[in-house]
Each structure stands twice: as structure tokens, then as C-alpha cells.
DNA sequence: CGAGTTGTTGAAATGACTCAATGTTAGTGG
DNA sequence: CCACTAACATTGAGTCATTTCAACAACTCG
């Protein structure tokens, strides 16, 4: 159970009495498939971390857009934001297969924060490579087309739920529909749907629920380079 | 002095010790306009708080397109990436007006932060904060069009950078292009131009290379709701 | 005053979206 | 185990916002 916890940079080279503390303190929680772990505009309450399953990120905007921000696994935190005062999640996380998550209310928090400087050092390191992620995020819907943040998508799905079978191919092991997939690349299903489509006739994916990556070099050709329009396939046909 | 540390959020409810540390220990420097206050891809050494003038953060994609992420000012901090270790700085900080800072490295940082736990906390809470707004800027991004993107962001400099005058008028005091508004809003010089064009002819801002919002109601409108287009104004006319 | 930067504007090209119709898959209950 | 249903995926045609590119006008700063 300890070694859990050091799962997650924010419990990296903590004493012990600190990691006791934590696991003393916490408190253990399961849900279902389509379960919400916190649900966009309550009150920030508290941290947690998922022991089990995935979870999506989903944020819906003012004008009721529906935006998939990330997906979390096993030994990621959520929740961070109930650390500052007077917030709301900004976002809802539902469960997408079965998971186990332990919970930290923020007082509680705030205290082991206080008693532990190396975990606010964790958690701010936490912090500012995520928004830097963000940040790169950020400047690729600026300045990348759609094709392109769909391969982009694609590898970072690999890189977090990849499973490499023996002729080389990456299985990526999340149940995800076209929809999901716009959401996560900021475009239309429609647009998923094509992409895929000539991708799997380019041989390069096999589409389905659990998208498998046959030719990883090609895809990354397309996040990094050109699209394939100028490749073997012609465009619509 | 110890006042001007208190303009960040970083310092909030600090002991009057861990004040006398900070600046002790901080080295004082000054830019020129045009000045890189940080250049992109150097190793992240320190961190810093602005004590005078304004810089913009741009960052540079693989590609070679430019984007201009946002600007500080006088109290605000950068480089908090020099609190991880390994880390390079992910964008460069150009003095846009004449700038001082002052400047602590990376090893007195995590001294300070193991001796001040509330330091590491507070620092936590802006990061926490600031990645919720890069967030909500991915998320406009990806829902709204551009037209209402551009009103989003003058909004916002109007909030940072605004001086209102007798006229109920705001002055954004920021000399800043069409080029700049667009590597702001993610779009081209030439959409940014119509657009406050548009707005001109609307009476609703004064172009120039600081924007007056003379009609800040409208600009909200157009930020949240719907676009001139059915407005008085007929569209590309 | 003149050279370079910055801003404006039009026309054409286009990537992506919308919408509607149709096909396919997965999961449920008889 | 099969039939049925609802969710999901594909595809085409039409449309539209935005970009691109080119030409020109207006600043502004030595």
C-alpha cells in the first residue's frame, strides 16, 4: 500500500512518519463505470488519488461544449485545486472502468502541507510540469490542424495506456469512442471518424473501441511532418 | 521592499523571517525593452518576481510559429519550472517596457521552501490557479471562434493593463501590434485587423498600438454571446 | 525625408464543420 | 443463442469561417 502512494511524484522522497500520516489519514472510496469521482462546480473539498481504473477529465464549457481535458490512471492525484480556498472543481471526472480512489479533505491537507515542507515541494513540482503540459497543449491546438493533434492524441494515449504486442504494435487498452476522441482533440466526431478511417485504409491503425497502432512510425511521421494527403492515399476516395 | 514581495500571492501570510530571507537572498537585475528576460530552451535556473515594468512570454513551437502565451507585470513571478529539477525553460521573456526583477536560484528556492512550508504552499495555490487559467484558455480555444477570442483577450488586458478615464473609457496601457494580438488569440495579424477594424467603425475601441475599449459592454456581448454579424454593422462592408 | 515596420483590404483557396442519411457494432433480454 | 435495439461509426454534399497571398496605405523613427 505504501509503495502505492510512491506511485505519484507528490509522495517522492518523503520520510516515513509522512507517508504513515497519509495513509493514516486517507480515506478509501470505489466506483462503477460511468460513476462521477467529482462532478464540475461543487465545492473543491478535497484530493485524491485513483488505486484502481481510469477516469476521464471532462470539462463542459459556459455554452454547454463538452471538452474531454485528459484521462488519469492508477497513482494519479486528482483534485489538487481543493488545496486553495474557496474554489469549485472546474471539471467533472467520471469513472470509465471500475475504480478505487483514497481521499484527503483539504484541511486535512493543509495540515500534512504545513507538517511536511518536501510534500508542498512534491505537489509543486506536481504542478508545474502539469501546466506545462497544458501549455504544449495549448500552443498545438494554436498552430497544429486537426489531423496533426489527432496523431498527437493518439501517442500520448499510447504512451499512457499502451500495451506492445509481439508484432510490435501498441494496443491502446481504453475504451474510447469517435466522440471521445474529438473532444480530446478539440474537433467533430465526423472528423475522427475520417482521420481513422484513412488511417486504418493507410494501414497504419486498426480502429475500433481500443484503437491498435500497427505502424507507430507512420503516425508519428503525420504528428511531427505532413499529412498523408501528398502520401499513397488520395483524400476522399 | 518587503511590500513589493507581498504584491505576489507567493508571499501571502509569510513570517516576517522567511520576508527577511526572501530578500536578502534575492539579486536584483534590469532589462531594457526588448531585453530577453528568459531565453527559451536554457536550463531553468531560477525564479523571479517582476519589481518594475512589463514583459510578454512567447514561446516558439518546434515549427517555428510564434505564440504569445501572456504578460506580466510589477509583482507577478516567472520561472517557477526552476523549482524541478532538469528543467528547461519552455519559453522566452522579453522585456516590453523597461523591467527590474529580482532573482533567486534554484537551490536557494527548495532551502527556502523546505524551511518555509507556507512558501510551498502559497507557491502550490498560484500554480494550482494558474494552471485552472491556462485550462480555461484551452477550453476557449477549442469552442470559441475567433472573433469572440479576441474580444476574450482584450477583456482580459483590460483587467490587467486598464486605465480607465473620465469618459468611463479604458485605456489598455500595452503597446501591442495586430501581430501580437494574434499570436495571443491564436489567429492571423489579418483577422485580428478586420476585427478591430470592425470594432472601430462600430465606435466600440479606438485601434492604435494601445486600444481604448471606449464600450466594454459590447465587447462583453460579443465576448459571451453572439457576434456583430447580425449587429448594425453588415460584415465585410 | 525616406526606409522599414505596421496596418488595411480584397479575392481566392481551403480545412473543417454541419447536417442528413445509412451502415455497423455491441449489448440486452427473450 | 438469436433477434432486437440503441449506441456508435461512416460517408457525402454543401457551407462557412478563417487563412493565404498580394497589393497598397499609413505610420514612425532615424
Not at 508542498?120 to 498552430?143: C, D, K, P, S
Request: hydrophobic share 45%; proline share 5%.
Amino acid at each position: 500500500m505504501r509503495a502505492l502512494l510512491c506511485w505519484n511524484d507528490l509522495f517522492v522522497d518523503l520520510p516515513d512518519a509522512a507517508l504513515d500520516h497519509m495513509l493514516a489519514t486517507a480515506a478509501p472510496s470505489d466506483y462503477q463505470p460511468g460513476d462521477l469521482l467529482i462532478r464540475q462546480g461543487d465545492p473543491a473539498d478535497g484530493l485524491s488519488i485513483l488505486t484502481q481504473g481510469t477516469a476521464k477529465l471532462c470539462q463542459l464549457t459556459p455554452d454547454g461544449h463538452q471538452t474531454l481535458v485528459r484521462y488519469i490512471t492508477c497513482g494519479q492525484e486528482f483534485g489538487l485545486i481543493a488545496l486553495v480556498p474557496e474554489q469549485v472543481y472546474p471539471l467533472s471526472i467520471a469513472a470509465v472502468t471500475p475504480c478505487s480512489a483514497l481521499y484527503w479533505s483539504g484541511d486535512t491537507l493543509v495540515q500534512a502541507f504545513l507538517r511536511f515542507p518536501r510534500l508542498g515541494l512534491n505537489a509543486l513540482r506536481v504542478m508545474v510540469v502539469r501546466n506545462q503540459e497544458t501549455q504544449l497543449r495549448y500552443q498545438e491546438l494554436l498552430t497544429e490542424r486537426v489531423e496533426r493533434r489527432v496523431a498527437l492524441a493518439l501517442l500520448r494515449l499510447a504512451d499512457q495506456f499502451g500495451r506492445t504486442d509481439e508484432q510490435g504494435s501498441i494496443l491502446v487498452d481504453l475504451p474510447m469512442t469517435r466522440e471521445d476522441l474529438a473532444e480530446f482533440t478539440g474537433t467533430t466526431l465526423f472528423s475522427t471518424s475520417r482521420i481513422l478511417r484513412k488511417w486504418q485504409l493507410a494501414g497504419i491503425i486498426e480502429p475500433g473501441r481500443r484503437v491498435v497502432l500497427n505502424d507507430v512510425a507512420a503516425i508519428h511521421t503525420i504528428a511531427e511532418a505532413d499529412s498523408l494527403e501528398s502520401g499513397p492515399i488520395p483524400c476522399g476516395r
